[in-house]
């Protein structure tokens, strides 16, 4: 007997749009789940910003393509790294 349950909308969404996924390699599958855990080991940081210079990683942000939390984190990142 096989029982059926109701997907989730985002569950539903994978479902119906599985021929777009594709395998990773090995290697490549590996470098995503160490970063997935270096994510998981973040933490929360609450600061003040001047509203000018928001406005400005804002419109840097969007012209990247990216979100301004997106953008933050990555310029974070990369001064971490340096």
Same mark, same amino acid.
């Given at each position: 007997?096989?029982?059926?349950? #109701?997907?989730?909308?985002?569950?539903?969404? *994978?479902?119906?749009?599985? @021929?777009?996924?594709?395998?990773?390699?090995?290697? !490549?599958?590996?470098?995503?789940?160490a970063?997935?855990?270096? #994510?998981?080991?973040?933490?929360?940081?609450? *600061?003040r910003?001047?509203? @000018?210079?928001?406005?400005?990683?804002k419109?840097? !942000?969007?012209?990247?393509?990216?979100?301004?939390?997106?953008?933050?984190?990555?310029?974070?990142?990369?001064?971490?790294?340096a």
């Amino acid at each position: 007997m096989t029982r059926k349950s #109701k997907l989730t909308k985002s569950d539903q969404w *994978i479902e119906d749009h599985l @021929d777009e996924f594709v395998s990773v390699p090995g290697p !490549a599958y590996d470098v995503i789940v160490a970063a997935l855990e270096r #994510k998981k080991n973040g933490v929360v940081l609450e *600061i003040r910003v001047n509203r @000018d210079d928001l406005e400005a990683i804002k419109r840097k !942000a969007f012209n990247a393509g990216v979100s301004c939390k997106a953008f933050i984190y990555d310029i974070l990142h990369k001064a971490a790294q340096a």
